[in-house]
């Protein structure tokens, strides 16, 4: 299974989404959008390629 990236970038609410069950609706996760949302692709592809 592959994850396109640019894809992702584009629309990662969409992308990433996940079922809500478990969540605690008084303290949500953070939405994948405002995670990702200073990340480049250039910079995600350069932390695949060394990872830490």
Do not use: K
């Amino acid at each position: 299974m592959c994850l396109d990236l640019a894809a992702t970038l584009e629309a990662p609410d969409f992308a990433l989404s996940l079922p809500p069950e478990g969540d605690d609706l008084n303290d949500p996760p953070p939405l994948p959008s405002h995670v990702l949302a200073t990340l480049t692709l250039s910079e995600w592809q350069a932390a695949l390629s060394h990872p830490r």
